[in-house]
């Protein structure tokens, strides 16, 4: 088992920054790629950015050139920063890591952009 505990989220106005960071403990032997999603009520959870162990990236459109996604692995961590912050980024931000077929889930953060 692997427990992921999501921190940095919070209120934002538009155009500002917040960092979020996720600390994996437990069989961590097991992750291979880390990445973020987001989720709206309504809506499907979305990914945002992933990276795997050998730091390729991939990010969704819509956030390409102001989001950017880093892992640390003597820490066992993985971070976003979010640069340029939109009121379309609000959502609760899950951290997810694992390696096919086992993909485990961190509790979520709430990020608030205002206007």
């Known amino acids: 088992q692997v427990q992921l505990v999501e921190s940095g989220g919070g209120l934002v106005q538009a155009g500002g920054s917040l960092r979020l960071s996720c600390v994996a403990s437990?069989?961590?032997?097991?992750?291979?790629?880390m990445g973020w999603y987001r989720q709206v009520p309504g809506k499907q959870r979305e990914l945002v950015a992933a990276?795997?162990?050998?730091?390729?990236?991939n990010y969704a459109d819509s956030v390409k050139g102001r989001f950017t996604i880093s892992r640390d692995n003597a820490k066992n961590t993985v971070y976003l920063q979010m640069n340029s912050l939109k009121p379309e980024d609000t959502a609760v931000y899950y951290c997810n890591a694992g390696a096919p077929p086992v993909r485990y889930w961190g509790q979520g953060t709430q990020v608030t952009v205002s206007s």
């Open positions: 990276i795997t162990s050998g730091g390729s990236t």
């Open positions: 437990g069989s961590i032997f097991s992750i291979d790629d």
